[in-house]
């Protein structure tokens, strides 16, 4: 740790848009992170040609993918949910993972088996579901607790000829999503297609929240992207998008439960003379109604040509 700890000010500034090379960036704000080694190290940068936005300076390659490898809290924020995952994972294991009975994914996809390829798989969901109807799987995973057929950790093992490639919730990940995507684009077939998700800085949350958007977190989350600098990756990387859409992980029947609870907890922060608690309250169900409207998170669906 004494280690990583010395090599994380061995941070770049970011000089110019890492999505379109424009050089006209600008800062949002400074970001205060609860990390401590992280502190107030980084802004929130966006590119005033692609609205990308971005934190202000990315670590060396290596020195991240060893933060990954160790569960490092600089990438996980030391988060419970992380946890509660790995130890789950382990208890189950991955004969008793269980599979999707539908996900939209499937309404791109013709094949009925093929090559099958995911990115960070995490807890296996996706994966066990492509398994089961009996695709070839294969993984890429970093974290060494997750262990199932086909799950490697080195990039250079998997195979070519994907048919159906998935990163969700990676490229917000990583240094250079270009480089990245092109790196996976040689493993697929042509006419293979690749499933994305990542945060959505054309979003309402992003745009009102900036630095204290959930998403902002350093040195887990680099990226933010706008649906202009999502087609200009993706046309960079050799890639023609089929699908590009925002949703929101907001739940409507839980937002609505909450709605109806407001009166109650009105009540009882007026008792304790908590009159912030109001205005947080209304301003967190407002922000949840407008996600439902531009969500904070972007699905796409490419095809490599
Ligand atoms: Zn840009």
Redesign the pocket.
Known sequence: MKKNKKKILNLKKIKK?P??K?KNLFVISNIKSKIKDIGSKFNLIK?S??S?RAISKIPKEKFLKNLYMNDSPLVFGGAHSELRLKKDFIAGNFEKVEPYQNHWIFNYIDKKKGNYFELGPGVCRLYKTFFDRGWKCQGLELRSFIKAPGIKNDFKKINNKIDVAIAFDVLEHVIDPIKYLKSIKKKIKKGGKIFLTFPNSDSFKSRILKDKWAMVSPLAHIHYFSEQ?TKIMLRESGFEILFIKDFSYVIVRRLIRNIFKLPLFFIKDLINLEFKNIINRLIEVFLNILDLIKGDQFKVVAKKI
């Open positions: 848009c999505i379109c424009s590119c040609n692609c990308h600098s």
